[in-house]
């Protein structure tokens, strides 16, 4: 189906015309032959302030993506002297692209926050954590107040483990590393190999592999979807070393503790997301609005959390 790259005022007024009638989105997009999500946010800002005219910026357009955007600062960060010709060629190296652009705005790139903590040699400075979770409209805090007696909160008998997700919602795919996190990648559907292997990697790993060179180590889990035969082979092609993780290994990645707050974030919104579209927004803002203290503090805990699970033999610890 031939999809419009732009809409006219008068395709627009079309658009909203049959969405106010009761047609769904899903049937303007198949009548019309325009993107579904176009379509979504064309409703979603006639929803917000009634407008639907297009937006006409100025200035020079942007030449680079959000992600393209995170490799190129994280590769200033890594040799403070490259010029911008240096770093569009990198990039150019990393994504294939073959036109040669000017940066100006890379400048600030060395005052990014946590910059020192690139530098400082640390062994987990290329060791980027990632994970999935899901979010749905019916999320809370996560959080359950209870009374037990004086040290005896960490006890096997104590704990209780859950695997329970109820009620429409996203699953979101994220990964931190010390100075920079990537963006949150938010889809409706199941993980599956295919996915993981043409947006995670190539969209989203691939960038910090580039910018890490040889320090670079990639951490997931041991999920079907991540080992996948097509997976594997993307990995040894992109030159991407991953962390090997026995079978039921202890989860201490930190990005949990990122689940555990967007949650949280999530749930003190006021008004709370009442619609997936609302959540989706939430998520994304949410995501950007932690701030990199706390990422940093978090991967800068893992020698701790390492030394609580050894000591415990391997079961619940206060992380």
Not at 95 to 112: E, I, M, N, R, W
């Amino acid at each position: 189906m031939a999809q419009r790259k732009h809409l006219d005022d008068f395709l627009r007024g079309r658009i909203i015309e049959r969405l106010e009638c009761g047609r769904t989105q899903l049937e303007v997009s198949q009548e019309l032959g325009i993107a579904q999500s176009v379509i979504s946010r064309l409703w979603q800002r006639f929803q917000d302030d009634g407008n639907v005219s297009r937006c006409y910026s100025t200035g020079r357009p942007r030449v680079t993506t959000p992600n393209e955007d995170r490799y190129l600062a994280a590769t200033a960060k890594r040799n403070r002297r490259s010029t911008a010709s240096d770093l569009s060629r990198q990039l150019s190296s990393a994504t294939g692209l073959s036109d040669v652009f000017h940066l100006p705005q890379l400048t600030v790139a060395c005052d990014y926050p946590g910059v020192e903590s690139m530098h400082c040699g640390h062994r987990n400075s290329g060791l980027v954590f990632s994970d999935e979770s899901r979010f749905s409209l019916q999320s809370d805090s996560r959080r359950t107040f209870i009374w037990r007696a004086p040290g005896t909160r960490y006890h096997q008998e104590s704990t209780i483990e859950r695997h329970r997700y109820g009620g429409a919602g996203w699953l979101v795919w994220g990964g931190i590393i010390l100075g920079s996190r990537t963006d949150l990648h938010v889809q409706s559907v199941a993980m599956t190999g295919h996915i993981y292997r043409d947006i995670i990697l190539e969209q989203h790993v691939r960038l910090f592999r580039g910018a890490m060179g040889a320090e670079f180590l990639f951490m997931d889990d041991n999920a079907r979807p991540h080992r996948a035969n097509i997976v594997d082979e993307c990995l040894q092609s992109e030159d991407i070393t991953r962390m090997d993780l026995p079978a039921y290994s202890p989860d201490l990645n930190p990005i949990e503790h990122m689940w555990d707050m967007l949650g949280r974030r999530i749930a003190a919104r006021q008004p709370p997301p009442t619609c997936l579209p609302e959540l989706r927004r939430a998520l994304l803002d949410e995501w950007c609005n932690i701030s990199q203290d706390q990422i940093d503090n978090l991967i800068l805990s893992m020698p701790r959390r390492c030394k609580a699970c050894i000591a415990s033999s391997g079961r619940h610890t206060p992380y």
